[in-house]
């Protein structure tokens, strides 16, 4: 079983950056995905961005292009999430997430989740 921790979460001012990260562990990881997924309140969960553990492809939802940029240290089993020029509009609860399925988008697809790291971003 893999374990997942969120990180870098807080109140930042609109314009702002913060950076999460996610740490995994277990007794084996090998994902073929790890992805950051969003929950505002009163919202369904959506997919932000994901990264391919093999080639490092990366994809991102139409709304974050341009200002959020993820990443990974294969050594460390840990994914970064950089987040830039922050808009109220991203402030939700961001959870980093596993998966051995070729598809990146869907939350049903991911069967690791972390607990979550808030974000608030003021206007």
């Known amino acids: 079983q893999v374990q997942l921790v969120e990180s870098g979460g807080g109140l930042v001012q609109a314009g702002d950056s913060l950076r999460l990260t996610c740490a995994a562990s277990?007794?084996?990881?090998?994902?073929?995905?790890m992805g950051w997924f969003r929950q505002a309140p009163g919202k369904e969960r959506e997919f932000v961005a994901a990264i391919r553990w093999f080639d490092d492809s990366t994809y991102y939802t139409d709304s974050v292009k341009g200002r959020f940029t993820i990443s990974r240290d294969n050594g460390k089993n840990t994914v970064y999430l950089q987040m830039n020029s922050l808009k109220p509009e991203d402030t939700a609860v961001y959870y980093c997430?596993?998966?051995?399925?070729?598809?990146?988008?869907?939350?049903?697809?991911?069967?690791?989740w972390g607990q979550g790291t808030l974000v608030t971003v003021s206007s």
């Open positions: 997430a596993a998966t051995m399925s070729r598809m990146v988008r869907s939350t049903t697809a991911y069967s690791d």
């Open positions: 277990g007794r084996t990881f090998s994902p073929t995905t």
